[in-house]
C-alpha cells in the first residue's frame, strides 16, 4: 500500500526566509502533485510533476521530484505572509498508469510570521 | 468559468438517517473523484468515475457508502445508516481525465456533521 509522507507537519517561519517541505513516498510513481489549501477552503492545484528530475517554479515556490529517490521537495524563497497556508503532496499509485486516483500527505501548515 | 461546485456546503444529520451529497463538474471533464477530509485521518480517497463507471471504489469505507454519476456529468455520494464517524468535509474534483493526468481542480466540499 502506498504511503506519502511529509515533513514537517507544521513550520513557522519569519517573512524573508527560505525553507523546504519534503514529501517521501513509498512505492514506483512519477506522478506527483502539489496543493495549497487555505483554512475553509478547497484544494487548489499548485505543480503537476510527470517525471524524474521534474522541476517547476511559481514565484517563491519551487517543487522538484526525484523518482528514484521516491522524493519530491517543495522550496520557498523569501517567504512572505500570503504563503501561509496548507501544502499537500499527492501521488498517484499506478505510477506511469493514469487513474488520476490520489494518495495525499499529511499536510504541511505553513505560518509566515511577518 | 464555472468550477467545481457541490451541495450543500453544510449538512447536519442524526445517526441512522441516510444523507446525499452532490457533485457538480467543470462542463467537459470526463474525470470525477470523491476524496474525504478530517482531522483524524487526513485526505482519503473514496471512489473515482470516467465518464459514468467507477473502476475504482477501492476507497469506500464500507457497504453504506455508494455513488453513482448519470449523463458523465453530475455524481451524487449516498452514505447510508450514518454513523459519527462518517462526520467529515466530502470533496469532489474532476479533471479532464487521461488527456490531463492528475491536475484536479476541486470543488468547495461539504461538511457533514452526524450528531
Known amino acids: 500500500e502506498l504511503k506519502v509522507e511529509q515533513n514537517p507537519l507544521f513550520l513557522s517561519m519569519q517573512e524573508g526566509k527560505n525553507y523546504t517541505i519534503y514529501c517521501n513516498y513509498s512505492?514506483?510513481?512519477?506522478?506527483l502533485y502539489w496543493y495549497r489549501q487555505d483554512p475553509g477552503k478547497s484544494l487548489e492545484s499548485l505543480f503537476v510533476l510527470l517525471s524524474n528530475g521534474a522541476v517547476k517554479q511559481e514565484g517563491r515556490l519551487m517543487a522538484s521530484l526525484d523518482t528514484k529517490a521516491r522524493l519530491s521537495t517543495l522550496h520557498i524563497t523569501a517567504a512572505v505572509h500570503d504563503l501561509s497556508a496548507t501544502y499537500f503532496c499527492a501521488v498517484d499509485p499506478s505510477g506511469s498508469g493514469n487513474t488520476g486516483k490520489l494518495i495525499f500527505g499529511q499536510g504541511t501548515t505553513l505560518q509566515v510570521k511577518p | 468559468g464555472a468550477g467545481v461546485s457541490q451541495s450543500p456546503s453544510n449538512k447536519v444529520t442524526e445517526k441512522g438517517k441516510d444523507v446525499e451529497l452532490r457533485c457538480d463538474p467543470i462542463?467537459?471533464?470526463?474525470?470525477l473523484y470523491w476524496y474525504r477530509q478530517s482531522l483524524g485521518q487526513g485526505l482519503e480517497f473514496l471512489i473515482y468515475?470516467?465518464?459514468?463507471?467507477?473502476?475504482?471504489k477501492s476507497g469506500l469505507p464500507s457497504d453504506r457508502f455508494s455513488a453513482e454519476r448519470t449523463g458523465g456529468s453530475v455524481s451524487t455520494l449516498t452514505i447510508q445508516r450514518t454513523q459519527q464517524e462518517d462526520s467529515a468535509v466530502y470533496l469532489c474534483a474532476s479533471s479532464l481525465g487521461l488527456a490531463d493526468p492528475g491536475k484536479q481542480y476541486f470543488g468547495p466540499g461539504t461538511r457533514l456533521t452526524v450528531t
Open positions: 462542463s467537459g471533464h470526463t474525470a
Open positions: 468515475f470516467q465518464g459514468n463507471s467507477a473502476p475504482d
Open positions: 512505492t514506483t510513481s512519477d506522478r
